[in-house]
T-cell receptor, first 111, second 115 residues
Framework: LAKTTQPISMDSYEGQEVNITCSHN???????ITWYQQFPSQGPRFIIQ???TKVTNEVASLFIPADRKSSTLSLPRVSLSDTAVYYC????????????FGSGTQLTVLP | GAVVSQHPSRVICKSGTSVKIECRSL??????MFWYRQFPKKSLMLMAT?????????EQGVEKDKFLINHASLTLSTLTVTSAHPEDSSFYIC???????????FGQGTRLTVV
């Protein structure tokens, strides 16, 4: 399984754009990159998923360089409610052990 | 999107008793379900993987006789914590995936407190 490395924590202010980068140097050809958000005492919530280049949805963008050894989650104009732990995961549905969680990044949005 | 429902959300039990946690996929067939355990301010730790109709595969260090997993149908998996002890107190989370999905869908989690 591809191991992921993320910053342990990040602080930001309301209204700013936040970029969280994840390293996954040994990503496999069939692996997708998925980001989840987790609030305390809740299950992780899907944010975005991509395979290569750029993916955008209503809440975030995901940038993946050509070598796919890293990815960057971009959250535009964060608010206090975006304070959460963000996990980057690499895997494929074909694997029985699809998702191995790394340490995640604790994002704290300040007023 | 797909929904996974986990029940109960909170449970308190006495030491020595058993507790069952249910994980249901509401709008898709979950061929594979995963059970995680999460301690405060820690990441999710995979406990076991279950495929419908098969025995669960447990991660190293997880006692299969203590954490009984049943995945008898394509929409339901259960985790039973047997002879619970205070050190079993934790946040348990399930997730489910279908072969056609490239993402997993998570339940809301269950906060287990053993007193």
């Amino acid at each position: 399984l591809a191991k992921t490395t993320q910053p342990i924590s990040m602080d930001s202010y309301e209204g700013q754009e936040v970029n969280i980068t994840c390293s996954h140097n040994n990503i496999a050809t069939n692996d997708y990159i998925t980001w989840y958000q987790q609030f305390p005492s809740q299950g992780p919530r899907f944010i975005i998923q991509g395979y290569k280049t750029k993916v955008t949805n209503e809440v975030a963008s995901l940038f993946i360089p050509a070598d796919r050894k890293s990815s960057t989650l971009s959250l535009p104009r964060v608010s206090l409610s975006d304070t959460a732990v963000y996990y980057c995961l690499v895997g494929t549905s074909g694997s029985a052990r699809q998702l191995t969680f790394g340490s995640g990044t604790q994002l704290t949005v300040l007023p | 999107g797909a929904v996974v429902s986990q029940h109960p959300s909170r449970v308190i039990c006495k030491s020595g008793t058993s507790v069952k946690i249910e994980c249901r996929s509401l709008d898709f067939q979950a061929t594979t379900m995963f059970w995680y355990r999460q301690f405060p301010k820690k990441s999710l730790m995979l406990m076991a993987t279950s495929n419908e109709g098969s025995k669960a595969t447990y991660e190293q260090g997880v006692e299969k006789d203590k954490f009984l997993i049943n995945h008898a149908s394509l929409t339901l998996s259960t985790l039973t914590v047997t002879s619970a002890h205070p050190e079993d107190s934790s946040f348990y989370i399930c997730s489910a995936t279908d072969r056609d999905y490239t993402e997993a869908f998570f339940g809301q989690g269950t906060r287990l407190t053993v007193v």
